[in-house]
């Protein structure tokens, strides 16, 4: 059984930086693909980056350039590195480990284990 913690999260300013971490119990050099998600209320979860083990990158539209996925086997941490944040931007950030079946293909199509979330909130 794989569990995420997700942390970092909090109430920042539009413009400032922002660094989301999800930490593992189990070595994550053995999964092919993680990824992280945001939501708000009344919407749907929406793919906000991917990476695969091989560290092949996937990114939203609207993050890319912004927002940088990255993963630790060392510390079996995946991280998300938010940056000039904008109130649109605000929602649950949550981490997820693609399922084993589809290897490394991003965005995976299936997920085995997500993370509780943490909120991430942008306003002036």
């Known amino acids: 059984q794989v569990q995420l913690v997700e942390s970092g999260g909090g109430l920042v300013r539009p413009g400032e930086d922002l660094k989301l971490s999800c930490t593992a119990n189990?070595?994550?050099?053995?999964?092919?693909?993680m990824a992280w998600y945001r939501q708000t209320p009344g919407n749907q979860r929406e793919l906000v980056a991917a990476i695969s083990s091989g560290a092949t990158t996937i990114y939203k539209d609207s993050v890319r350039g912004r927002f940088t996925i990255s993963r630790d086997i060392v510390k079996n941490t995946m991280y998300l590195h938010m940056g000039s944040l904008k109130p649109e931007d605000t929602a649950v950030y949550s981490c997820?480990?693609?399922?084993?079946?589809?290897?490394?293909?991003?965005?995976?199509?299936?997920?085995?284990?997500w993370g509780q979330g943490t909120q991430v909130t942008v306003s002036s």
């Open positions: 189990v070595n994550i050099f053995t999964i092919d693909a």
């Open positions: 997820a480990v693609g399922s084993r079946a589809y290897g490394s293909t991003l965005p995976p199509p299936g997920y085995d284990y």
